[in-house]
């Protein structure tokens, strides 16, 4: 008897397993047309999109140029790719599986952002040092992982929280800088910021207009939009921590492949010492 029941667990927890890897078992379905293009994806569009994956690992290139001096972080880099790769499995089969993945994915990425350049002077009062302030950001990032698996259909409208909090510290942070790059390049990273939300809004809300004109892509240039403005607002995060953290490298920005382009990759340079520390 005990022998049935174990078979007859396994075979329920088998098939249940089943069932969040099947397409189409996430309670998420944007707007695109589902096997417009192919039997075997469901969102082509925003599925190919990435380029979300290809600029994903230009930006896990572009940081590691930065993070190479801080061995410490050298690590966490590839999380980048990892992102649009569950990006693309998510809306190839629109899986609660990918859906997890792809929206977690995204939370430990902006986790590690917020450990490693979040600004030490807005840190809450009673924490004293980036330690400290790092297991706090893991304690939440845990707890919030947890909390994803209770109401799914929130995740995204919670990560897209975080933009807003970003846009605030990056306010607070641009008031007293004078370097024009950096001006500009915070103008441009807000202003695809906000190019990509109104997609985002646009496909979510407004899906049974987009549908009687037949443009139903705007989640995907979401994907190409918010990326960009990621890899953007990620280098100048990383500049003023390189101008904060360790002066001494003397860090300047500029752009890939030619620096008076503006709309190029950017990427940091340190000018001074090949070999420095940062400082926590």
Same mark, same amino acid.
């Given at each position: 008897?005990?022998?049935?029941?174990?078979?007859?667990? #396994?075979?329920?927890?088998? +098939? %249940?397993?089943? +069932?969040?890897?099947?397409?189409?078992?996430?309670?998420?379905?944007?707007? +695109?047309?589902?096997?417009?293009?192919?039997?075997?994806?469901?969102? @082509?569009?925003?599925?190919?999109?990435?380029?979300?994956?290809?600029?994903?690992?230009?930006?896990?290139?572009?940081?590691?140029?930065?993070?190479?001096?801080?061995?410490?972080?050298?690590?966490?880099?590839?999380?980048?790719?990892?992102?649009?790769?569950?990006?693309?499995?998510?809306?190839?089969?629109? &899986?609660?599986?990918?859906?997890?993945?792809? +929206?977690?994915?995204?939370?430990?990425?902006?986790?590690? $952002?917020?450990?490693?350049?979040?600004?030490? %002077? /807005?840190?809450?009062?009673?924490?004293?040092?980036?330690?400290?302030?790092?297991?706090?950001?893991?304690?939440?990032?845990?707890?919030?992982?947890?909390?994803?698996?209770?109401?799914?259909?929130?995740?995204?409208?919670?990560?897209? #929280?975080? $933009?807003?909090?970003?846009?605030?510290? /990056?306010?607070?942070?641009?008031?007293? !800088?004078?370097?024009?790059?950096?001006?500009?390049?915070?103008?441009? &990273?807000?202003?695809?910021?906000?190019?990509?939300?109104?997609?985002?809004?646009?496909?979510?809300?407004? #899906?049974? @207009?987009?549908?009687?004109?037949?443009? #139903?892509?705007?989640? $995907?240039?979401?994907?190409? @939009?918010?990326?960009?403005?990621?890899?953007?607002?990620?280098?100048?995060?990383?500049?003023?921590?390189?101008?904060?953290?360790?002066?001494?490298?003397?860090?300047?920005?500029?752009?890939?492949?030619?620096?008076?382009?503006?709309?190029?990759?950017?990427?940091?340079?340190? %000018? $001074?010492?090949?070999?420095?520390?940062?400082? !926590?």
């Amino acid at each position: 008897m005990t022998l049935l029941y174990m078979l007859v667990v #396994c075979v329920y927890s088998s +098939e %249940k397993m089943a +069932e969040v890897f099947s397409y189409e078992s996430s309670e998420i379905d944007w707007c +695109e047309d589902n096997y417009r293009h192919s039997e075997h994806v469901v969102e @082509f569009f925003n599925t190919v999109s990435p380029v979300d994956q290809n600029i994903h690992i230009s930006l896990s290139i572009m940081l590691f140029l930065y993070l190479k001096e801080h061995e410490k972080f050298v690590g966490k880099w590839p999380l980048f790719s990892f992102t649009g790769m569950f990006s693309v499995y998510f809306h190839m089969t629109l &899986s609660f599986v990918g859906q997890m993945l792809d +929206e977690l994915s995204i939370l430990w990425v902006l986790a590690v $952002g917020y450990a490693v350049w979040f600004p030490r %002077k /807005l840190f809450p009062s009673f924490i004293k040092d980036r330690s400290t302030f790092s297991k706090l950001v893991l304690l939440i990032t845990v707890v919030s992982t947890l909390s994803s698996f209770v109401k799914p259909t929130a995740n995204a409208y919670a990560l897209n #929280c975080f $933009g807003l909090h970003l846009l605030y510290t /990056l306010a607070i942070e641009m008031r007293c !800088c004078t370097d024009q790059k950096a001006l500009r390049l915070a103008k441009l &990273s807000v202003a695809l910021w906000v190019l990509a939300i109104s997609c985002w809004i646009s496909d979510r809300v407004g #899906c049974s @207009f987009w549908q009687r004109v037949n443009f #139903c892509y705007l989640h $995907g240039f979401w994907h190409i @939009f918010i990326v960009m403005a990621v890899a953007y607002g990620s280098t100048l995060i990383a500049y003023l921590d390189a101008n904060y953290e360790i002066p001494y490298s003397l860090p300047g920005l500029q752009y890939w492949p030619c620096d008076k382009w503006s709309v190029g990759l950017p990427h940091i340079v340190l %000018k $001074g010492t090949s070999k420095t520390q940062k400082r !926590c």
